[in-house]
């Protein structure tokens, strides 16, 4: 069992940046990917990013290249999203993700093992 807490979120202004955290305990070396997801209100939880278990493998979604980038310390068991330059449309509860098993990329969110709480992100225009 892999527990993941999420860490980061916030209110902040259009144009500004979030670094949001994930922190896994537990079962920790069973971790492979591991991956955020955002939902927003009304809307299906959507893949943001993922990196593989060495993080040598990366997948943004179109809508985030260029402005988020997810990285991880696994010496800490730890997985990143720093946001740059937020939108409005960025906001949503982001969700941490792993898996014990390496699908390659893009992985779909029912493969995904472990899930976080969530960390709300509100970008005001």
């Known amino acids: 069992q892999v ?22 305990s537990g079962r920790t070396l069973s971790i492979g990917p591991m991956a955020w997801f955002r939902q927003a209100p009304g809307k299906e939880r959507e893949l943001v990013a993922e990196t593989s ?3 040598g493998r990366t997948y943004y979604a179109d809508s985030v290249k260029g402005r988020f980038t997810i990285s991880r310390d696994n010496a ?7 946001m740059n330059s937020l939108k409005p449309e960025d906001t949503a509860v982001y969700y941490c993700a792993a898996s014990n098993k390496w699908y390659g990329v893009p992985t779909s969110a ?12 509100t970008v005001s225009s």
């Open 110 to 121: 029912a493969k995904f093992d472990s899930w976080g709480q969530g960390t709300q992100v």
């Open 53 to 55: 278990g060495s993080g």
């Open 76 to 82: 800490k068991n730890t997985v990143f999203l720093q």
């Open 3 to 24: 527990q993941l807490v999420e860490s980061g979120g916030g209110l902040v202004q259009a144009g500004d940046s979030l670094r949001l955290s994930c922190v896994a």
